[in-house]
């Protein structure tokens, strides 16, 4: 299980998207590792299905409202998986597999768990919360959390509700002998402590380099152009405004205060709109970064051309769609042009996931 990350403490910026991305895809290659199978195969069927995770929830919603226990999510999420392994000439089942478990395990309780416990209670709405409180204790379900952020204190199961709990734990160690539900495993634990503890920090760090390289495009279109500033300066602020949320929440978690950090900028957008300002926040960050692709920027060449410079001695500009990546201190480009094409494209498009969730949690709270 490599979480269930609400907007309060993980952001979904697009650094977020791509932590979480990066991290779903090295737990199964190192699943993938173990069973003898193809890492890479795993890796990719583990990012298709994070990508479209979004559009998996809402499609399980729809099955759970609709009565059926099989989800609708975890069957689109193979099958694309699948295809783009077939088409990139991974192995197809592999990459199913690894698919499929990014879908069951996203969650804090397996959805066939959940639907025991709707058995065991049997229409008892108070039955059915307390077994959902004990079978969080059995599971563990706030170690994932980073220690004193909110989402742990909410999920966190204390000695003392235990054993309050001590007649439902009971029942879920009882049917855990036949059903094998329930369990909390070394594999759990594992998991667990990386998505506590270094998985936040590599995601902060990302909101950090993130909002490094939208300051360096803000201001680099501004100098440009005058009118690029239009697209410009709000790329820059909201570039410094995810640097500020990095920091902040890397130092949150230093202290032990949780893994959220401040994002002014954000916060902003909530106070104008409670309801829809992440989606505004996130909506008008992707419109800026999409926008930004065809501003004009000097075009970069790289010293290893002979004439000592990083970008025309002419003054050339081009979009900078059009630009290769280079080394801010060599001066040697980094990436080519095709290959930092394909990263913008990245960068860009894992932004509409954040988007979408957004509408989905904006939704929710509006009805």
Same mark, same amino acid.
């Given at each position: 299980?490599?979480?269930?990350?609400?907007?309060?403490?993980?952001?979904?910026?697009?650094?977020?998207?791509?932590?979480?991305?990066?991290?779903?895809?090295?737990?199964?290659?190192?699943?993938?590792?173990?069973?003898?199978?193809?890492?890479?195969?795993?890796?990719?069927?583990?990012?298709?299905?994070?990508?479209?995770?979004?559009?998996?929830?809402?499609?399980?919603?729809?099955?759970?409202?609709?009565?059926?226990?099989?989800?609708?999510?975890?069957?689109?999420?193979?099958?694309?998986?699948?295809?783009?392994?077939?088409?990139?000439?991974?192995?197809?089942?592999?990459?199913?597999?690894?698919?499929?478990?990014?879908?069951?395990?996203?969650?804090?309780?397996?959805?066939?768990?959940?639907?025991?416990?709707?058995?065991?209670?049997?229409?008892?709405?108070?039955?059915?919360?307390?077994?959902?409180?004990?079978?969080?204790?059995?599971?563990?379900?706030?170690?994932?959390?980073?220690?004193?952020?909110?989402?742990?204190?909410?999920?966190?199961?204390?000695?003392?509700?235990?054993?309050?709990?001590?007649?439902?734990?009971?029942?879920?160690?009882?049917?855990?002998?036949?059903?094998?539900?329930?369990?909390?495993?070394?594999?759990?634990?594992?998991? !667990?402590?990386?998505?506590? @503890?270094?998985? *936040?920090?590599? %995601? /902060?760090?990302?909101?950090?380099?993130?909002? &490094?390289?939208? +300051?360096?495009?803000?201001?680099?279109?501004?100098?440009?152009?005058?009118?690029?500033?239009?697209?410009?300066?709000?790329?820059?602020?909201?570039?410094?405004?995810?640097?500020?949320?990095?920091?902040?929440?890397?130092?949150?978690?230093?202290?032990?205060?949780?893994?959220?950090?401040?994002?002014?900028?954000?916060?902003?957008?909530?106070?104008?709109?409670?309801?829809?300002?992440?989606?505004?926040?996130?909506?008008?960050?992707?419109?800026?970064?999409?926008?930004?692709?065809?501003?004009?920027?000097?075009?970069?060449?790289?010293?290893?051309?002979?004439?000592?410079?990083? !970008?025309?001695?002419?003054? @050339?500009?081009? *979009?900078?769609? %059009? /630009?290769?990546?280079?080394?801010?201190?060599? &001066?040697?480009? +980094?990436?080519?042009?095709?290959?930092?094409?394909?990263?913008?494209?990245?960068?860009?498009?894992?932004?509409?996931?954040?988007?979408?969730?957004?509408?989905?949690?904006?939704?929710?709270?509006?009805?």
């Amino acid at each position: 299980e490599v979480g269930d990350w609400g907007k309060s403490d993980w952001g979904q910026s697009n650094s977020a998207q791509v932590a979480k991305t990066l991290a779903h895809a090295v737990v199964q290659c190192a699943a993938a590792r173990v069973q003898n199978k193809d890492c890479g195969s795993a890796a990719l069927g583990a990012a298709v299905a994070e990508t479209i995770s979004p559009l998996l929830d809402t499609l399980d919603d729809r099955t759970k409202a609709a009565g059926y226990q099989q989800t609708l999510g975890s069957s689109i999420a193979g099958m694309s998986a699948l295809l783009v392994a077939s088409l990139t000439g991974q192995d197809p089942l592999t990459a199913l597999n690894a698919a499929q478990m990014v879908d069951v395990y996203n969650r804090q309780l397996h959805p066939d768990e959940k639907q025991r416990i709707k058995e065991l209670a049997k229409g008892d709405p108070s039955a059915e919360n307390r077994l959902t409180r004990a079978a969080c204790y059995e599971v563990k379900c706030w170690a994932e959390y980073p220690e004193g952020s909110a989402e742990r204190a909410k999920a966190f199961v204390s000695i003392g509700e235990s054993i309050e709990l001590a007649g439902e734990i009971a029942l879920l160690q009882k049917d855990r002998q036949v059903s094998g539900l329930f369990a909390y495993t070394k594999y759990d634990n594992a998991l !667990d402590d990386f998505k506590s @503890v270094p998985l *936040p920090v590599l %995601q /902060n760090v990302g909101k950090t380099v993130g909002g &490094g390289f939208a +300051v360096v495009t803000g201001k680099t279109i501004c100098a440009t152009t005058g009118p690029g500033c239009v697209i410009g300066g709000p790329l820059l602020a909201f570039g410094v405004s995810e640097i500020i949320e990095g920091g902040t929440g890397l130092y949150n978690q230093y202290q032990g205060n949780g893994a959220a950090g401040y994002n002014p900028l954000r916060t902003g957008f909530n106070s104008i709109a409670p309801v829809w300002g992440n989606t505004a926040y996130d909506g008008t960050f992707l419109l800026f970064s999409a926008l930004s692709l065809g501003a004009m920027v000097p075009a970069k060449i790289g010293y290893s051309d002979g004439i000592s410079r990083v !970008d025309s001695m002419f003054g @050339v500009t081009v *979009p900078r769609w %059009q /630009n290769p990546v280079i080394h801010p201190l060599s &001066g040697q480009i +980094v990436l080519p042009t095709q290959a930092a094409q394909g990263l913008m494209l990245y960068g860009i498009g894992a932004k509409v996931p954040a988007v979408l969730e957004d509408v989905k949690q904006a939704r929710g709270r509006s009805k």
